[in-house]
């Protein structure tokens, strides 16, 4: 569970800029979107406004970047991403507090873009102290108490200084050999963490092959069935449907061309550019494929030939299903991009108000009918702005004290809160 999030020198932020997940002093609004925890409680959800180009989508880039890092990405990637405007400091900072397990951790990395100078795990105590389980210097790395049983294995890892000294414990099998690595709970559990972190862009598609398995489950096949019925879309059903044996003979000639000759038997699955997702059977008597399709009163439909919202709703379908599961954190950017305000409004509410939903959901948005308290906690809702500078500025509209009742989309308007488009005049050009 998301507890804050802060990152400086990334994209458009320069200064440390944190994102907060707890709960503010607020009676009367929306107690169940309140998360409760054995050491701290968290928000259920939060919405993140500003103008183009404030620094909405960065700030999921960053959050990106950092889950990318801990699962192996080399931090010389990130070097493209530094806050460029200013070149006063050559490291980026994340920070990232969470709780897992029962216990709350805290994770820090910084890096030079071409290497790791400093990477900490600790355990976040009651009133707030920390207990570190590992702190890495550059290549050095020295052992909390936590580990120290297993302080030789912990020590006698061999990383690069551009990775993840978090990734290279994985790699070396913490996991299977847990029973015998003392503190390797806490390792996994940050593992773990970090693994359903769930990123959606406007550009991003369903894994096709997580989408099959998952669409073999009787519970998600009803989920999805229902959320196109909800929508209003027309769509009776959606099923896997045969396809011919000229076309399987064509998919599987793609498959070749693509990958190879595929030297197992199983199914294979893809997704094409047009949105459409096949799966090819392979077995010793031969190959069988299937197209997922769209059922109108009985009419079979390719998902191309459905709008773009209706494939953007398949497509997020999967990633609201796991918010049933309160160890999921996921964060879209733009999730009203080809989404109707009623549908977008739906989604939102269907989470925040439903009790077996125990994930968090963290959006950006740019649909004012949705800053809403019919729909958030003003502890929910956040703004990016734009300094002069050109660097972002994160806080909440906790911070303006807005009464329960008070129109948002109004105060927002009349700039109230800042975080709005300062739109200019052709003529003065």
């Known amino acids: 569970m998301l507890l804050s999030f802060s990152v400086s020198n990334f994209g458009s932020f320069k200064e440390k800029a944190t994102f907060s997940m707890f709960p503010g002093k607020i009676s009367k609004q929306h107690e169940n979107h309140v998360l409760g925890c054995t050491q701290f409680k968290a928000l259920k959800g939060a919405a993140l406004y500003g103008a183009n180009a404030s620094g909405k989508s960065n700030f999921v880039k960053a959050f990106s970047a950092l889950r990318a890092v801990v699962a192996g990405v080399p931090t010389r990637d990130l070097l493209l991403s530094q806050f460029k405007l200013d070149n006063s400091s050559s490291e980026t900072d ?17 890096t030079t873009g071409t290497e790791i100078p400093f990477e900490q795990l600790a355990i976040v105590q009651r009133y707030g102290e920390l207990k570190p389980l590992f702190t890495r210097e550059k290549e050095k790395v020295t052992i909390g108490n936590l580990l120290l049983k297993s302080e030789e294995w912990y020590k006698n890892r061999t990383f690069q200084s551009t990775s993840a000294y978090l990734f290279k414990l994985l790699q070396d099998g913490i996991i299977p050999n847990q029973k015998r690595i003392s503190g390797s709970k806490y390792i996994i559990s940050a593992l773990e963490f970090f693994e359903k972190l769930i990123f959606i862009t406007p550009l991003s598609l369903a ?30 059903d959606i ?41 090819l059977d392979i077995s010793s008597s031969g190959q069988k494929g299937y197209e997922l ?8 439909f390719n998902l ?13 379908a999967l990633s609201f299903f796991f918010l049933r599961d309160p160890d999921v954190c996921l964060i879209i950017d733009e999730l009203d991009c080809h989404l109707h305000p009623f549908l977008s409004r739906f ?34 809702i956040w703004f990016a ?20 009742d008070k129109n948002l989309q109004k105060g927002y308007m009349q700039g109230k809160y800042g975080a709005i488009p300062m739109i200019g005049s052709f003529d003065d050009e």
Do not use: C
């Not at 920070?95 to 805290?106: D, H, L, M």
């Not at 519970?219 to 027309?234: E, R, T, Y």
């Not at 998919?251 to 047009?274: C, F, H, M």
């Not at 399709?293 to 079979?300: L, R």
């Open 94 to 110: 994340f920070e990232i507090v969470f709780q897992y397990n029962k216990i709350t951790y805290q994770y820090i990395l910084r």
């Open 207 to 236: 894994n096709p092959v997580a989408f099959t398995f998952y669409f073999q489950r009787q519970d998600f096949q009803q989920f999805l069935k229902k959320l196109l019925h909800v929508a209003d879309l027309g769509i009776t």
């Open 239 to 279: 099923k896997w449907v045969p396809l011919s044996k000229e076309d399987v003979e064509k998919y599987y000639k793609r498959i070749l061309a693509q990958s190879g000759t595929p030297n197992e038997y199983g199914t294979v699955v893809s997704k094409s550019d047009l949105g459409e997702i096949f799966a």
């Open 293 to 300: 399709k769209t059922i109108h009163n009985g009419i079979e």
């Open 304 to 316: 191309s030939e459905e709008s773009a919202g209706t494939v953007r709703l398949v497509d997020l």
């Open 347 to 380: 989604l939102l509410q269907h989470h925040l108000e439903n009790t077996d939903n125990k994930g968090q959901l963290i959006v950006t948005l740019h649909d004012l009918n949705l800053m809403t308290q019919e729909i958030w906690r003003t502890d929910e």
């Open 385 to 404: 702005e734009k300094r002069q500078d050109g660097s972002t500025d994160l806080y909440s509209l906790y911070q303006f004290s807005p009464r329960f």
